[in-house]
């Protein structure tokens, strides 16, 4: 009989899960919220239930309905993903409660990897750590930051996903804070628990894959993830341009000695901060991440199918030996946004067209006529685009994102054209700052002009005027405009003033 998985997601990465299991035989299941009754994952499954609710709070979030709607499709499996209940030790406990088997972790390991308290004790026996601890109240924060100095970070002790951080510089922004983190982590993860800890100016962000099974730890390599955005990565790239052959050998040894530490026993990631020529250990991810792809397509690794055979107790099909990076892949995070404030937005795809080639993937639940819910993340897909070197990557990424297509709504698309070519990027040097430091064509008038010129119902002046302009200048007006979406007559030619700069 067929092994049967409740995929316990929604979107883009529900689909990845659907994808693995039918390629290892496994039957995919799903659920949906009343937000996602027309969310493209559920045509990936062989049946779904609707678990009800809006906000995550009310749906993906809630044990018992997973739990529930696990056992009337008789699954034999429940994945995670990422985010939601993914690194809950409460969800896994459950699950082994209940008979079934979770695609994670044992709910040992959990106990200490999906608690970041307790990960950080454990890694700093065998690695460095900035100085940090749990706080519950004021009277404790103030306590510790009298100790370790400002700034200080706030995080989700249960969480991920840049939910719940908050950078302090000042006992006034603790007051201003401190509560509103343990909100949205709440609301995020559904525990309001959180930790100070030292905060590094502008580090780079270096993170080891690890897949791992009862007997085996092995390392897939590091990924850069330097550009983040709120806490948020918008670009990974792997290998990192930033390390030496010594420091990245250390680097990746020491994420593996962490998680034979707590005996690590599935797919999970182990993330660090590199500043100068130090690098200290920060949390690990106790779940497949939003990033893996380009770890796949460098070393030809299904990690989804890797986590459903350490889950079911066949093991590993690879060993470390046979591990080996070729090439160089870049993601790119493609995000529902507004051009000016950053702000999510939700709204209608009126047309979606993915671009296609050798070397170039895109994992997204978008199609024509989606309806993006205004519940969820702002992720509407990821662009991966492998080379056989940096500079191959980096090119085929432009092209790529340059015949990616999405209108009715704004997008990230000219941010992420502009950050790769901007020359820190090009050269590497870039760090966690990057986004902060970037810098736009325009200025705020002109700004406030192309938004006015986009919303013209004239299409005749768009076209004659500032269309044919870009195109004899050899550029694609689609992709410098950020104000695409606010045309409803015709969002191809909306008016091309704004761009980033690169």
């Known amino acids: 009989?067929?092994?049967?998985?409740?995929?316990?997601?929604?979107?883009?990465?529900?689909?990845?899960?659907?994808k693995a299991c039918k390629k290892a035989g496994m039957i995919p299941y799903g659920i949906y919220s009343e937000a996602d009754n027309e969310s493209l994952h559920i045509k990936y499954c062989e049946g779904a239930v609707n678990i009800g609710g809006l906000l995550p709070i009310e749906s993906y979030l809630v044990i018992d309905k997973i739990i529930e709607a696990a056992n009337k499709l008789?699954?034999?499996?429940?994945?995670?993903?990422?985010?939601?209940?993914?690194?809950?030790?409460?969800?896994?406990?459950?699950?082994?409660?209940?008979?079934?088997?979770?695609?994670?972790?044992?709910?040992?390991?959990?106990?200490?990897?999906?608690?970041?308290?307790?990960?950080r004790n454990a890694a700093s026996r065998v690695a460095?750590?900035?100085?940090?601890?749990?706080?519950?109240?004021?009277?404790e924060a103030f306590s510790l930051i009298n100790k370790i100095g400002f700034p200080v970070i706030l995080k989700a002790v249960e969480g991920g996903g840049g939910r719940g951080l908050r950078i302090l510089r000042s006992t006034e922004e603790l007051h201003q804070r401190l509560a509103s983190a343990q909100t949205e982590s709440m609301m995020s993860f559904g525990s309001n628990r959180v930790y100070i800890e030292q905060y590094l100016e502008n580090p780079k962000h270096i993170e080891v894959q690890i897949i791992a099974d009862s007997s085996d730890v092995i390392q897939l390599g590091e990924r850069e993830c330097s550009i983040q955005r709120r806490h948020?990565?918008?670009?990974?790239?792997?290998?990192?341009?930033?390390?030496?052959?010594?420091?990245?050998?250390?680097?990746?040894?020491?994420?593996?000695?962490?998680?034979?530490?707590?005996?690590?026993?599935n797919a999970g990631t182990v993330e660090f901060l590199l500043k100068g020529n130090k690098y200290y250990f920060m949390e690990i991810n106790a779940r497949i991440q939003v990033e893996h792809p380009i770890t796949e397509l460098v070393t030809g690794v299904d990690i989804v199918e890797q986590q459903l055979r350490a889950a079911l107790g066949q093991g590993l099909s690879v060993k470390q030996e046979m591990i080996s990076s070729k090439g160089h892949a870049i993601e790119c995070r493609i995000n529902a946004e507004h051009p000016l404030s950053f702000a999510p937005v939700s709204g209608k795809v009126n047309k979606?067209?993915?671009?296609?080639?050798?070397?170039?993937?895109?994992?997204s639940a978008l199609y024509s006529g989606y309806s993006i819910p205004q519940f969820y993340d702002s992720l509407i897909a990821k662009l991966i685009c492998h080379g056989f070197d940096r500079k191959e990557a980096i090119n085929k990424m432009v092209s790529a994102l340059s015949s990616l297509r999405i209108t009715g709504i704004p997008t990230s698309i000219p941010f992420h054209i502009s950050a790769l070519k901007d020359d820190r990027f090009v050269d590497g040097t870039y760090n966690t700052s990057f986004v902060e430091k970037l810098k736009s064509y325009s200025s705020e008038s002109g700004e406030l002009a192309a938004a006015v010129l986009a919303a013209i119902s004239q299409r005749a002046r768009i076209r004659t005027v500032y269309v044919k302009q870009e195109l004899q200048n050899g550029n694609d007006p689609w992709n410098v405009s950020r104000f695409d979406w606010a045309n409803p007559y015709d969002s191809n030619l909306a008016s091309s003033a704004f761009r980033w700069k690169s």
């Open 1 to 18: 009989m067929n092994t049967k998985v409740l995929i316990a997601n929604r979107g883009e990465i529900a689909i990845r899960i659907a």
């Open 74 to 119: 008789s699954c034999d499996m429940i994945h995670p993903g990422y985010g939601f209940l993914s690194e809950s030790p409460k969800f896994a406990e459950q699950c082994k409660k209940e008979g079934i088997i979770f695609v994670g972790p044992s709910t040992e390991v959990m106990a200490i990897s999906g608690d970041k308290v307790k990960a």
């Open 128 to 139: 460095s750590v900035v100085e940090g601890a749990e706080v519950s109240n004021e009277k």
């Open 232 to 265: 948020q990565k918008l670009i990974e790239e792997t290998p990192s341009p930033a390390l030496d052959d010594e420091t990245r050998q250390d680097i990746l040894s020491e994420a593996v000695s962490i998680m034979n530490e707590i005996g690590y026993d």
């Open 352 to 363: 979606f067209v993915a671009p296609s080639g050798e070397g170039i993937r895109l994992d």
